[in-house]
């Protein structure tokens, strides 16, 4: 142990500087690239009834929710006041998706209150079909595209893309999935709907170098609450790098519970103890995954 002390309880200075770093929105210039390629190329769709749509693969924590939420927000904006945004339809799937779950999801998506009394595939089919005629969404963005293809359920995940497929055909309707590298299954299941999904990006868990140090640099400009310029040191950087694997979720995390400990101190400056304290209580005490801010002083 590090013989440093831990707060049993959470300041209201804590807290507010945690809530700060879960709601940083800091965009990378790789995840950038993507947010506006996908809006452009589903703008163009729209434009030119082309139904296609765009595929999206990242590591666990790596924002694709976030990815997703950005483009929705973007595909909504109104360049007038006076204009009507058309919607856009946001689903998120879960283990054991089939195409009657699918459509209940896009069901509700489409504004539903409830399914129908004998909800069938085809029942629930003619309804989708009249809600996206009604809506007339710009685009549909489905999350955690992976439990389409997890283990052995290529029929059922053929099924469902194809399923898809028809909906985006007959309706115009583009499409952005976003899911683990599972999801890249996809092709060889059902090469047919990866053709109308034919734009893929990766994003991968940062490497230590200029988009890793680019990144640290975002969070210390838009974390107010607490001073983490401690962490643009080369050693700093290392570290918290070798501490998250650079991803981002595990950086959040990470440096929630640091600055949680920094954040009541007067001068509310990041230092090596405090990440040293983040790290135990943001990922426990594991042989497995030494504690580099304990290894040596930065």
């Known amino acids: 142990m590090s013989g440093i002390d831990i707060p049993v309880n959470v300041s209201a200075a804590g807290i507010a500087v945690a809530i700060q770093i879960l709601d940083a929105v800091v965009r990378f210039p790789e995840f950038e690239k993507i947010q506006l390629s996908t809006v452009a190329d589903i703008n163009l769709m729209s434009e030119i009834r082309m139904p296609s749509g765009v595929i999206v693969l990242a590591e666990p924590g790596m924002g694709k929710t976030l990815l997703l939420d950005l483009i929705r927000r973007s595909l909504t904006q109104m360049a007038n006041f006076f204009d009507k945004a058309r919607p856009v339809l946001s689903v998120s799937l879960d283990s054991a998706v089939d195409s009657h779950k699918f459509a209940a999801k896009l069901m509700f998506a489409l504004g539903y209150p409830m399914l129908p009394s004998r909800p069938n595939l085809e029942s629930m089919t003619h309804m ?10 710009k685009a549909l963005l ?31 309707l583009p499409f952005v999935g976003t899911g683990t590298n599972t999801f890249e299954r996809i092709g060889e299941i059902n090469p047919q709907f990866i053709s109308r999904s034919s734009a893929k ?37 290392k570290a918290t790098h070798a501490a998250t694997f650079g991803n981002l979720r595990s950086l959040k995390k990470l440096l929630v519970y640091a600055c949680i400990n920094a954040a009541d101190r007067p001068q509310a400056v990041l230092t090596t103890e405090d990440m040293e304290v983040g790290f135990d209580r943001a990922f426990g005490l594991s042989s497995r995954h030494v504690n580099p801010f304990r290894t040596k002083r930065l």
């Open 128 to 137: 989708v079909d009249m809600g996206i005629e009604r809506l007339k969404p």
């Open 142 to 172: 489905v999350d955690e595209c992976q439990h389409m293809c997890e283990g052995n359920r290529d029929i059922t995940a053929r099924a469902l893309t194809d399923w898809l497929k028809v909906r985006m055909d007959k309706h115009n």
């Open 201 to 237: 990006y990766t994003i991968n868990a940062f490497q230590i170098g200029d988009a890793w140090s680019q990144l640290i640099q975002a969070f210390e400009s838009v974390v107010t609450k607490v001073d983490l310029k401690a962490l643009k040191t080369t050693g700093m950087l």
